[in-house]
């Protein structure tokens, strides 16, 4: 009878450890998959700000470019070049209108 007994209460800690082993099992297998979705989105994301930085660096190199040109077209030579292309001529003298007298008066010297 002695067996019986001890083997009756072997069964019954076998039997009330299940259900936890089953719980722990459960838990770290809940955790490996969070774990491996975590990993799974900030992979995808580290990709997407390296394209992102990228495009940036691209995009910064294009507008130093694009300011150097503005640079270079707003010399006095360029403008006056330009002008001549257009038909523009440069004026010799100015003349000034006074609106006071409503006379018109040229200046003395030519402009620079």
Do not use: C, H, W, Y
Request: proline share 4%; no cysteine; glycine share 8%.
């Amino acid at each position: 009878m002695r067996e019986k007994v001890g083997s009756g209460a072997r069964s019954v800690r076998t039997a009330s450890r299940t259900p936890f082993v089953m719980l722990v099992l459960g838990l770290l297998s809940g955790g490996l998959v969070s774990l491996l979705v975590v990993n799974t989105t900030l992979a995808a994301n580290s990709i997407e700000i390296i394209r992102l930085q990228q495009a940036n660096s691209a995009r910064a190199q294009r507008v130093q470019q694009l300011n150097q040109q503005v640079g270079v077209e707003q010399s006095a030579a360029v403008i006056a070049k330009k002008a001549a292309e257009l038909g523009m001529k440069p004026e010799g003298v100015p003349t000034f209108v006074d609106l006071r007298t409503r006379s018109i008066s040229a200046a003395t010297e030519p402009a620079p």
